[in-house]
């Protein structure tokens, strides 16, 4: 993968202003791309991620290491669900629009190398995806997986849901799993959730879970990002990254623009992985409260930014 400062007009490019909000363009012209960082996503398929020129370069370096396909029990994760393709661009697309030089896009951590799971069924929402997550978990942990992201999110389920009372880091099923992940080493991140006030859901009630909110381009928070605190009075989220208006890459290499924690947690995670590339041995707790530290709001933290 070529340097991002080898790119003049970087910062013109289609994805330079989420990923300038928190750094990311200084990180990428000083090298930090997330290469060697190994990420597992979970999500609902990567249709066709496979075929989009912008993600190319993943599979014609070899890094794309691993998928599975835990919901259809297969390998192939590119015949269905789209989400994962546009959470899968923004952590790792590379490349300028064929049609208009000037759109330049560069992904969070255009540089790491990727497991793709799907655990997600959009015919229904039960425990089952939840189940469907641990195995991906320790799936991608027994390859070696140094981080997550994960735009899902699990609270009213078809039958059996989660109470408010439940979000208190130690109940749900994702939760616990996404902790015990944390505590091998994995840095977790995952969205906040889509649903406003009082509606944050798990796992991002969890205590080593990176939760990321929502905010515009001018940084002020996305209405329907989901607000904390956790059950037990913790905040939540953690960070907020641009997740409204945020710009991703269809599967047939059209630049796009779109709304959700969903793209504000690749657009956070990257960061993450970039941050892990330059001091790899940095316990991930410790990455996690750096990141925390570093954000503008950490003397004075609420439920709406983290």
């Excluded at 969890?206 to 913790?234: K, L, T, Y």
Aim: aromatic share 10%.
């Amino acid at each position: 993968v070529p340097a991002v400062n080898a790119r003049e007009g970087y910062s013109a490019g289609f994805s330079h202003t989420q990923t300038a909000m928190i750094g990311l363009d200084k990180l990428h012209k000083n090298g930090y791309n997330g290469h060697g960082i190994l990420i597992s996503m979970m999500d609902n398929g990567f249709r066709d991620a496979d075929k989009n020129p912008y993600l190319s370069h993943l599979i014609n370096s070899d890094r794309l290491v691993a998928t599975w396909d835990f919901v259809n029990n297969e390998e192939n994760v590119f015949n269905q669900g789209d989400h994962g393709q546009f959470t899968l661009s923004i952590l790792a697309g590379w490349g300028e629009s064929s049609s208009d030089s000037s759109f330049w896009f560069a992904g969070s951590a255009h540089g790491a190398s990727f497991i793709l799971c799907h655990t997600e069924s959009d015919a229904s929402e039960t425990h089952q995806e939840e189940d469907n997550w641990v195995a991906a978990m320790e799936f991608a942990d027994s390859i070696g997986a140094d981080l997550f992201s994960t735009s899902l999110g699990y609270r009213t389920l078809d039958f059996d849901s989660y109470t408010y009372d439940d979000l208190d880091g130690n109940t749900a099923i994702i939760t616990i799993a996404a902790d015990l992940a944390a505590s091998k080493g994995i840095v977790v991140f995952n969205s906040a959730g889509n649903d406003g006030a009082g509606k944050m859901l798990a796992p991002s009630d969890g205590d080593s879970v990176i939760s990321v909110g929502a905010v515009n381009g001018s940084e002020v928070i996305a209405g329907f990002s989901s607000q904390g605190p956790s059950f037990d009075g913790r905040i939540k989220p953690d960070i907020s990254a641009m997740g409204e208006g945020c710009s991703y890459i269809r599967s047939s290499g059209t630049l796009s623009q779109g709304n959700g924690t969903s793209f504000s947690c690749p657009v956070a995670a990257g960061m993450g992985a970039c941050l892990l590339q330059s001091a790899p041995n940095t316990p991930n707790m410790v990455l996690y409260d750096a990141i925390i530290r570093s954000a503008d709001r950490y003397e004075s933290p609420d439920t709406f930014y983290g």
